[in-house]
């Protein structure tokens, strides 16, 4: 049977990959133990040709763990339990195949079986030969990976073990160190808004045309994707769903990529009920009314005549719906002029609580930009902010939305 979690809050449970830099993961462990955080271990079988268990154990203080089939471990649930009696999973190194197979949802060692039962963030520090690293299918389970929600520590650039040069070194164990520290600092489920279901919308959305042109706009995802990441530093879960945009997925935010408007509504209503929801995404308001399915010819002295349809709003239907509707929903409203006017019939519009309205002119620089000026709008309330970082403005609407939260539970 397993022993019981380590009683410190802070506790990892680090599955040790079968790579060069397994050794590493010794003086990782030391680094944890120096900040006050507990590691529980899993060797991949790759892995103990390595290190040895042994070892791993005497750093850690606890039996380590390797064998999904083990009787003792197995009649209590083991792999369950391992997953979900820890804060923190952590895999280092992460090889080519440990995150191939992350990535795929395998599930046949007890790394990969531990790894998807569990219901805790995960962390992975990628270590590999600089072509194992850059190759197609490596940089395809990265970005499935990103997307689910799993964030990624380095990997260092550097002289490699193989003798090659590039990125593929395992991140110093300090740094990952320090980034497991930070993570339980800022802990998701540890803030004010702890159990708080979220969804924060992003990005653009791209219409098709044809299978080669699409309508879209110019918006990066920067101030939504700011928005998912401060509510989860306050605890928040948090969805994200985002239109295509090349962002990271910030640390402990789940991601659902979507193409088009119709596709944002369908993961909108997919993750009902809600405590609240931000609807940051620049949505298209019109697709065209038939997608052409073959690449639409440009033919001498012929404009092509696109007839459009209007998109679902996806705002007005979550604000208006009888069941389900969260308790808290914010919009944007993106301006050219008259921002808190054209803001405030918005909110009216759309039936939403609150509008945050901005100023979208292209002098402005807010599309794809670092910076915005916006209104919050409450009712009749207006507050401006200044000119700030998207950063900061997601920090100061995130301090609202607990603002609110602390107020309707008192
Ligand atoms: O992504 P960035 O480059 O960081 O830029 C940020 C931003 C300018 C995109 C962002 O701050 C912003 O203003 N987002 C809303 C953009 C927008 O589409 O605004 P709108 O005024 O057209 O729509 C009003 C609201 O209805 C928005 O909350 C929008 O998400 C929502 N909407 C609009 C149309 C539609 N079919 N469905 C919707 O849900």
Known sequence: MISDPPNSPKSVLLIIGGGIAAYKTLELIRQLTKRGIRTRAILTKAAEEFVTPLSVASLTGDKVYTDLFSLTDEAEMG???????????????????????MAGGHANDLATTTLLATDKPVMIAPAMNVRMWQHPATQRNLKQLQADGVTVIGPDEGDMACGEYGPGRLAEP??????????????????????RKILVTAGPTHEPIDPVRYIANHSSGKQGFAIAASLAKRGAEVTLVSGPSR???????????????????????????????????AVADWRVATEATQKIKKREG?????????????????????????????????????????????????????????????????????????????????????????????????????DYFEGASS
């Open 247 to 281: 962002l990271g997925t910030p640390a402990g935010v789940k991601r659902i990529d979507v193409m088009t408007a119709a596709e944002m509504l369908a993961a909108t209503e997919g993750l009902l009920p809600l405590d609240a929801a931000i609807f940051a995404a």
């Open 302 to 402: 012929e404009l092509p005549t696109l007839s459009l349809a209007e998109n679902p709003d996806i705002l007005a239907a979550i604000s208006r719906r009888a069941e389900h509707r969260p308790p808290l929903v914010i919009g944007f409203a993106a301006e050219t002029e008259q921002i808190i006017e054209n803001g405030r019939a918005k909110l009216a519009k759309k039936g939403c609580d609150w509008i945050v309205a901005n100023d979208v002119s292209p002098s402005s620089g807010t599309f794809g930009g670092d910076e915005n000026r916006v209104f919050l709008l409450k009712g009749e309330d207006v507050e401006g902010w200044p000119k700030q970082g998207k950063d900061a403005v997601a920090e100061s609407l995130a301090d609202r939305i607990i």
């Open 79 to 101: 792999h369950i339990q391992l997953s979900r009696s820890t804060g923190l999973l952590v895999v280092a190194p992460a090889t080519a195949d440990l995150m191939a197979k």
């Open 174 to 195: 300090e740094v990952i160190a320090a980034r497991i520290a930070d993570f339980f600092d800022k802990s998701v489920g540890n803030g004010p808004l702890a159990g």
